[in-house]
């Protein structure tokens, strides 16, 4: 494969999968992952599931191209993500436990931001983003006033502004009431409708069931599940737990 840098063309249109063969990360002596071999469609909303230190940020990490794999590979569509240079990242979505916003500023001005980072009309992408997050009423008030839902709403539009094909999220439902958790359960349900490969890291089995429609499950750095959602989430992921006692 010619790994020859081709920019922005037709990047939109090419990430329609992502492939993990035989990934692996060390961080010194800790192997975080261990041979991972995976792959997602567009039109998936993949759960990624694991206790805690699983390698589950690790893996989330190394799709966002934060992180290199120590082996192995990853391809985004039919490219690495070296052949695709720096536009891959502007396909890219993240949402990490971090929230990423100025709490000084308000709703509006940070949305105004980091659109114009993408070069975007910052006005029309920052008003339209607001209306999705359910926060136009507040949209001039400082984000450090705002509950820890309302922060999770517009960081998760934040990430979204550039409408990037891999949407990346670690933990989305953190400080959700039931309410906001049907819109943004819906919301990501849109964006796969829309064709984006969405990964979505979550210890929420009942909110992910129903929601996700891949279950991949890790386990000290392995993936030891891989298949297609058909409920049950809490029972199969207890089960991945009793199995490794």
């Given amino acids: 494969m010619n790994d020859a840098h081709p920019g922005d063309a037709g990047l939109r249109t090419s990430l329609d999968s992502v492939h993990l063969t035989d990934v692996s990360r ?5 192997r975080a992952v261990s041979h991972v071999t995976f792959s997602a469609r567009a039109g998936d909303i993949v759960g ?3 206790p805690n230190g699983a390698g589950k940020s690790t893996l989330l990490g190394m799709l966002a191209t934060l992180v290199a794999p120590t082996t192995g590979e990853i391809r985004f569509g ?3 993500a070296s052949a695709w240079g720096p536009a891959l990242r502007s396909q890219i979505g993240v949402l990490a436990h971090e929230l990423h916003l100025y709490p000084e ?3 509006r001005r940070n949305l105004s931001f980091f659109a114009s980072l993408y070069g975007l009309d910052a006005s029309a992408a920052a008003g339209a983003a607001l209306d999705r997050a359910g926060l136009s009423d507040r949209a001039d008030e400082a984000v450090m006033d705002f509950s820890r839902g309302m922060r999770q709403r517009l960081a ?7 409408r990037p094909r ?3 999220l670690d933990e989305p439902f953190t400080g959700l009431d039931d309410q906001a958790v049907g819109l ?3 919301r990501f349900r849109k964006l796969a409708a829309d064709g984006c490969i969405v990964f979505m890291a979550t210890h929420d089995l009942d909110l992910a069931d129903g929601l996700v429609t891949r279950v991949a ?3 000290g750095g392995r993936l030891v599940l891989d298949e297609p959602a058909d409920g049950g989430l809490r029972a199969r992921y207890r089960a991945l737990l009793a199995g490794a006692r």
């Fill in 48 to 50: 990624l599931l694991g």
């Fill in 26 to 30: 060390h961080f010194g002596r800790r």
């Fill in 105 to 107: 500023l308000s709703a």
């Fill in 156 to 162: 998760l539009e934040r990430a979204l502004l550039h």
């Fill in 184 to 186: 943004v359960s819906d």
């Fill in 217 to 219: 499950m890790v386990r």
């Fill in 78 to 80: 039919d490219r690495t």
């Fill in 166 to 168: 891999l949407v990346l």
